[in-house]
């Protein structure tokens, strides 16, 4: 594909609450094995994109641990490869990104250093499978200066979250609304963007010059009079995980057999960083419903509508129901959790009982293991 990629995965949001203490949004756990910016990855490497760009800033080294090696998502080749840029102090700028358009201008020298006349913009929160080769097909049918991905969203609570567009039947976008408190549009921007790469160095160095910092208000809202900026529709699955509510919806998505048909037995695949991890292990007396329990575990206890990441343990007489459980948790004897979100490394003593009423609640419990 005639396109480089670039993954923004730097942003931090107070909406997921203390699930961002530790980790970059774009590191958030996803459906038993997987993170999410795994999925904008894969999308780029069964798109035939070689050379792609991930710009990381808060809480990023679990992201970075996780990027730490290309070949998970077969970008270790001669030719292009995977890129990791952080932050960096120099004679020119003592800045942390000020914001998206800034973090691509703060790394103007690999687009000027790319030779691809096209370049494929994302952003590592989503979950979806989308083959941008596709969207850039017609990006150059409708001879457009920037394509924005969009999707119809039948949840309208979910809406002032996003920038909302309107368009015309040929698809040109004649309004961006980014994050409106009250609109009666239901089509979503979903941050996936193609634009010429001549162009896009153009306008990042133009806001620049402006003091300008953000990618959609600072050059899509500004310039959608002056450029042709046309709209891709997607219909496919597409999900934002960036608030604690849309995190627990999607991962619970996951348990409808649609979900993961579409995902994991349909080309092409989800790659992810595979640990070498035994396969779960039920001991006398468990039961699991409906669940996806991942590599590493051990159950003894009952488990109903919920998604048990990594190396997680259930103690005897134990109920976990709807609830997700992340990485390397140890659930005492005799504890109940019902609707819940459980951080990665607490340790539930036994015999507590923690129940989310309506929304989900997040649990975090650093105490010692007791056996």
Not at 91 to 114: E, M
Not at 184 to 199: C, E
Not at 211 to 224: A, E, P, S, T
Not at 260 to 276: A, G, L, M, S, W
Request: proline content about 2%.
């Amino acid at each position: 594909m005639k396109a480089i990629g670039i993954i923004l995965a730097g942003g931090n949001n107070k909406m997921m609450k203390e699930l961002s203490n530790k980790r970059a949004i774009a590191a958030m756990p996803v459906a038993g094995s997987y993170r999410s910016i795994d999925f904008a990855l894969s999308n780029m490497s069964n798109s035939k994109i070689q050379k792609v760009a991930v710009i990381t800033q808060y809480n990023a080294r679990s992201l970075n641990e996780h990027l730490s090696s290309s070949k998970w998502w077969d970008f270790g080749r001669k030719q292009g490869g995977l890129f990791v840029f952080t932050p960096t102090i120099t004679a020119d700028s003592s800045y942390w990104y000020r914001g998206t358009a800034d973090s691509l201008y703060q790394n103007l020298q690999f687009l000027k250093s790319s030779h691809e006349p096209y370049v494929v913009i994302a952003s590592g929160d989503g979950i979806y499978k989308l083959d941008y080769g596709k969207v850039l097909e017609y990006h150059i049918e409708k001879k457009a200066d920037i394509t924005m991905v969009v999707k119809k969203l039948e949840d309208r609570s979910e809406i002032n979250r996003f920038g909302v567009v309107s368009m015309t039947e040929e698809g040109r976008v004649t309004e961006i609304d980014e994050k409106p408190l009250e609109t009666n549009l239901s089509t979503v921007s979903t941050g996936i963007y193609i634009i010429r790469r001549r162009l896009l160095i153009e306008l990042i160095e133009k806001a620049a010059e402006e003091d300008r910092h953000d990618f959609v208000r600072d050059i899509l809202v500004r310039y959608k009079n002056l450029k042709k900026i046309y709209a891709y529709k997607l219909d496919t699955y597409w999900s934002n995980i960036s608030t604690v509510n849309s995190y627990y919806k999607t991962n619970m998505d996951f348990l409808k057999k649609d979900v993961r048909n579409y995902f994991f037995k349909q080309y092409p695949d989800i790659y992810t960083k595979v640990e070498d991890l035994p396969p779960a292990k039920y001991n006398f007396g468990a039961e699991v419903r409906n669940s996806l329990v991942s590599s590493g575990c051990i159950v003894n206890g009952c488990v109903e509508n919920s998604v048990l990441f990594k190396k997680i343990y259930i103690g005897n007489n134990s109920v976990v129901k709807n609830c997700i459980i992340l990485n390397d948790v140890y659930i005492g004897d005799n504890s109940y959790l019902e609707n819940c979100i459980v951080e990665s490394g607490s340790t539930i003593k036994a015999n507590s009982r923690y129940v989310g009423e309506g929304d989900p609640i997040i649990v975090v419990e650093d105490n010692p293991i007791y056996y």
